[in-house]
């Protein structure tokens, strides 16, 4: 029985795409894991027909994904970057409180640090934290809650910027971590949300964001409702390039929608997104996604090439498990990160090896896992072209660069 709506409690969910079942994507296994059996949970996106919100069943538990955590922000140039911007353009005064939710390695409030200004991390994953605390970034352990919210204000008082980058698809509590939000916030404060629109991912086939970490996935109809939920006001909205295509939203305790929030309210009702119109025919796209790739692999291990992987992202664990990709078609992929060095891709048991391997073993091609990274990695991996490899990416459809 699917389980209801997790922002409405409707039980009117229609389904979206079905991509089998696969492992969590950031499980990442060690060479001892190998012969032990791995859990795989059912991978199905549905659309909620009465407030249009996309979202997968809670199967797992944010505990069991963020307690200890492979994912260090700081590992991509172009994220540190984003994050300076950010703070950069921010009209922020010396004496402002500045609080980020899955602040994660310091990536952003570093910046905040380097002002002088007071600051906040609440970052669940221990090991992640950590690493912020190294930088000098206070952070506290901890998931977002009303009650944790409630105390970081009791005790820090309120803040005057909320930053949530990149985790409000990553929490089934949706409705909870939306009043955390505002226990945080000043009356008068803003709250910054980051996160991946649903418009692109269906219009640009990024379906490979769809991942047992991410419980749902935003409209700016469906955030707009989910904010309300929690006490919030949309008041503002911007498009970013991040992920593919993210939305901005700021929100505060009161306040009206600008234009822009209407702007962006038409182009999805254009595409059909708050009506069953928009989905039909996702499904078989993802299906020619996963055609053209598998083709592609199957042709170059027929005629001898040579085809590794660049990157270990959650998204790309989505993409090789949906299309059965193996070390016989794929022979290793590499990551920045050395937390990752020495294991294995979940499902699909790739090698995960250091970046300096594809220089030493010059391989045809290079699968591009982190296509949401392209300019930075195709600068990156430009030493490809010195002995005629290319770069190959697989979304929103194959391209042989």
């Excluded at 600051?119 to 190294?134: H, K, T, Y």
């Excluded at 089934?172 to 939306?178: A, L, N, Q, R, S």
């Amino acid at each position: 029985m699917t389980a209801p709506c997790r922002l409405c409690g409707s039980a009117n969910l229609v389904g979206v795409v079905d991509l089998g079942a696969t492992p969590p994507c950031e499980l990442f296994l060690t060479a001892d894991q190998l012969d032990l059996p791995e859990v795989t949970y059912p991978l199905h996106l549905r659309v909620c027909t009465e407030c249009w919100l996309a979202q997968i069943p809670p199967l797992i538990t944010p505990e069991e994904t963020f307690t200890e955590y492979a994912y260090f922000s700081s590992f991509s140039t172009f994220w540190v970057e984003h994050a300076r911007e950010f703070v950069a353009a921010r009209d922020l005064g010396d004496d402002a409180f500045v609080v980020e939710v899955a602040s994660n390695d310091g990536y952003l409030l570093q910046h905040v640090v380097a002002q002088g200004i007071r600051c906040l991390g609440i970052e669940p994953s221990a090991n992640v934290g950590q690493a912020a605390r190294d930088k000098g970034v206070p952070t506290l352990t901890a998931f977002l809650t009303p009650e944790t919210g409630a105390a970081v204000r009791e005790e820090h008082g309120p803040a005057d910027l909320v930053v949530a980058n990149n985790v409000y698809a990553h929490i089934p509590d949706v409705i909870g971590f939306t009043k955390g939000l505002r226990a945080l916030v000043a009356d008068d404060g803003l709250v910054s949300i980051e996160v991946q629109h649903l418009l692109t991912l269906i219009e640009l086939n990024q379906y490979d964001t769809i991942y047992h970490e991410h419980f749902q996935y935003y409209t700016v109809a469906s955030a707009q409702r989910a904010l309300a939920s929690g006490g919030l006001t949309l008041v503002d909205v911007e498009l970013l390039p991040t992920h593919g295509g993210s939305i901005r939203l700021w929100a505060r305790p009161n306040g009206e929608p600008s234009e822009r929030v209407t702007e962006v309210l038409a182009r999805e009702k254009a595409a059909g997104l708050h009506e069953l119109s928009g989905y039909a025919d996702f499904g078989a796209r993802v299906a020619r996604v996963r055609r053209d790739l598998l083709r592609f692999l199957v042709d170059a291990s027929a005629e001898g090439k040579t085809v590794v992987g660049y990157g270990a992202p959650g998204k790309g664990n989505t993409l090789l498990n949906h299309c059965g990709i193996r070390p016989d078609l794929l022979a290793y992929t590499v990551d920045r990160n050395p937390y990752k060095h020495g294991r294995f891709t979940p499902g699909t048991r790739i090698p995960i090896l250091a970046p300096e391997r594809i220089a030493e073993d010059r391989p045809d091609y290079v699968l591009v896992l982190p296509w949401n990274l392209r300019d930075e990695l195709t600068e990156q991996l430009s030493y490809v072209r010195d002995w005629g490899g290319k770069l190959v990416f697989p979304i929103p459809s194959l391209e042989i660069v």
